[in-house]
């Protein structure tokens, strides 16, 4: 083998070395921003309908909810009875999404509803509408009339809580019946949707 020929093979070498680092650093800028910053999610309820469908991809913001609570209104997105706090959870959570999706399955728990109350806010519902602190809440996004909770009613939001129900109020698993969401199981709020591309936008 000649000179050339050999320092063709060490260039060779090298390039594939190269690429396999920028391909690497790649996966976990990816990775860090999937995990810490910004995520896709599919819808897999029908609970949010007629705001969201099943196989809407949204876009979540997860930053936000690190400086800053959950407000009235708010479309959120949590793991139910999981902490998504913190670096190491949330890289955790990261790669049990990608275990599940190389099974071609999902998470079961993570579910999408909307912020109706905060901690410190009395919730009622009477006569199919719902009173936060006795002042009858103005709903235009639900869909159907709004059954009574299985919690005792009123109910008053614990410090470091949310209470959360799904627009499809007649078909919805949400705070009336599990209670109120902890806000650390919080991954973050939704902020767009990405498809379907004719309903592209905020939710």
């Known amino acids: 083998m000649t000179e050339e020929q050999k320092l063709n093979k060490v260039n060779i070498g090298k390039e594939i070395i190269e690429w ?27 609970s949010m309908q007629n705001t969201l469908l099943e196989g809407h991809t949204l876009i979540i913001d997860k930053i936000n909810y690190q400086f800053s609570k959950p407000k009235r209104g708010d479309i959120v997105v949590f793991l139910r009875g999981e902490d998504t706090k913190g670096f190491v959870n949330r890289y955790k959570v990261f790669l049990k999404d990608v275990q599940l ?11 999408i509803k ?15 509408q719902v009173y936060i602190n006795n002042e009858l ?5 639900v869909k159907g009339f709004t059954p009574k909770m299985e919690l005792d009613c009123p109910f008053t939001v614990p ?5 959360v129900m799904g627009d499809n109020r ?32 905020k939710p």
């Open 20 to 46: 396999i680092i920028y391909f690497i650093g790649a996966v976990l800028v990816a990775s860090l921003l999937q995990s810490q910053l910004y995520a896709l999610t599919t819808v897999h309820q029908s």
């Open 101 to 111: 999706r190389f099974h071609k399955s999902f998470r079961t728990n993570r579910l």
């Open 114 to 128: 909307r912020v109706i109350a905060i901690e410190g806010d009395t919730v009622d519902i009477r006569d199919g």
């Open 137 to 141: 809440l103005t709903e235009p996004y």
């Open 159 to 163: 410090e470091g809580h949310i209470f």
């Open 170 to 201: 007649e078909n919805s698993l949400d705070s009336r019946s599990f209670g109120p969401v902890d806000t650390r199981s919080v991954e973050g709020k939704a902020i767009f949707r990405v498809y379907p591309f004719s309903q592209m936008g």
